[in-house]
């Protein structure tokens, strides 16, 4: 069993001429006309030469009806709403070009402390590869600590950063 064809009638046929001669809208005016066309051709023929879908005219036809030339305007799509507020985000910024956390102890942050920072302050949960977009956008680059062996003296790592020739002033 086919599907149910709708038509337009005189008086809905009517009104979208008149809209069409009102509207500068380019995409409306585009649906209009296509919709006007109904006088005198048939589905199968409006679908080919304007190449959309037959559920898309019936749909047009459907919004026209119901919500008049406001119901073709495109409707921007959704987005996801920002984790991160301003104040957030100058938060960070001032973490790290400080390097002192919420309560101000020196902190060397790293993406896992961020998070963990903006979860205990603020009570928001953002992904590692969220929060380096974040950063990112921000223009914000920071150090990444360099890995240390898990069985390495930090006494004698010290000791030698201390006894470095590179830790000497030149002058």
């Known amino acids: 069993m086919g599907r149910h064809k709708q038509s337009i009638d005189a008086s809905t046929l009517e009104s979208i001429e008149q ?6 809208n380019g995409a409306v005016v585009k649906k ?5 066309s109904f ?3 048939k589905t199968e023929d409006i679908v080919k030469a304007y190449r959309i879908n037959p559920r898309t005219l019936f749909r047009w036809i459907s919004q026209y009806k119901e919500f008049g030339v406001e119901g073709l305007v495109d409707n921007p799509k959704g987005h996801r709403h920002a ?4 104040e957030m ?3 960070i910024v001032e ?3 400080t390097q002192k956390d919420n309560d101000g102890n020196p902190m060397f942050w790293t993406l896992d402390k961020l998070r963990k920072e903006l979860e205990r302050v603020y009570d928001v949960r953002i992904s590692k590869p969220a929060m380096s977009v974040n950063l990112a956008k921000m ?12 069985l390495a003296d930090k006494e004698k790592q010290a000791e030698y950063k201390k006894n470095s020739k590179f830790s ?3 002058s």
Do not use: F, G
């Not at 209009?32 to 006007?36: A, G, Y």
């Not at 223009?139 to 898990?150: A, G, L, Q, V």
């Open 19 to 24: 809209s069409i001669s009102s509207l500068p």
């Open 32 to 36: 209009l006309t296509i919709l006007s």
């Open 39 to 41: 006088s005198w051709l």
């Open 83 to 86: 984790i991160l507020t301003e």
């Open 89 to 91: 985000k100058s938060r």
């Open 95 to 97: 973490w790290i070009t």
């Open 139 to 150: 223009k914000i680059h920071y150090k990444r600590p360099r890995p240390t062996h898990i």
């Open 168 to 170: 000497e002033n030149k």
